[in-house]
């Protein structure tokens, strides 16, 4: 919720024309699927009595994938069905969070441990869940920008809500 929390509080400090609505699905809500299946029924719930949702975006480990490759296909063609677009983050959130440091932009930890091993020797007070304005003293666009250019999703989302390009 951290990272989705500073986008939002970029968004209201520009005054830009968009609303972000963050749905925590939860630390140790499951697999790739579950969190699907989760965000499908929060944003049910949610458009129930609104106007749909102009774009949806889900961020996603890829660390839990090769565990079942059927039920990771699943998931894939559940989250295009509902119009969601997957941003996967190669293997943990930490280590997307981690490219977005100066120099970092290119490193690719091969699993949680790594990724929270070269998080932590980046970021030393780093703290699991973190917050939006902890985030927001350690990130920059800049960052975020570096990363869009290798992930189109995230390039995307930061096209949508008007932060990209600068």
């Not at 929390?5 to 024309?17: A, F, I, K």
């Not at 559940?78 to 280590?95: L, S």
């Not at 970092?104 to 790594?114: E, F």
């Not at 570096?146 to 189109?152: E, I, T, Y």
Request: aromatic letters at 8%; charged letters at 30%; hydrophobic letters at 40%.
């Amino acid at each position: 919720m951290g990272y989705a929390g500073w986008l939002r509080n970029l968004v209201l400090d520009r005054g830009l024309p968009f609303h972000l609505e963050l749905s925590d699905l939860g630390r140790g809500a499951g697999d790739p699927f579950a969190r699907i299946d989760m965000a499908i029924a929060r944003l049910t719930h949610l458009e129930r009595n609104r106007e749909p949702f102009a774009a949806r975006y889900i961020f996603l480990d890829t660390d839990q994938l090769e565990r079942d490759a059927g039920r990771t296909e699943r998931a894939r063609r559940r989250a295009a069905a509902r119009d969601f677009t997957v941003i996967w983050q190669e293997p943990t959130h930490e280590a997307f969070l981690l490219r977005h440091l100066p120099g970092c932009d290119t490193r690719r930890p091969p699993d949680k441990r790594a990724a929270d091993q070269a998080l932590g020797r980046e970021w030393a007070d780093y703290r699991k869940p973190t917050s939006a304005q902890v985030i927001e003293r350690r990130l920059d666009l800049d960052g975020a920008y570096r990363v869009a250019a290798r992930l189109p999703e995230l390039a995307g989302l930061l096209r949508m809500i008007g932060l990209w390009p600068k």
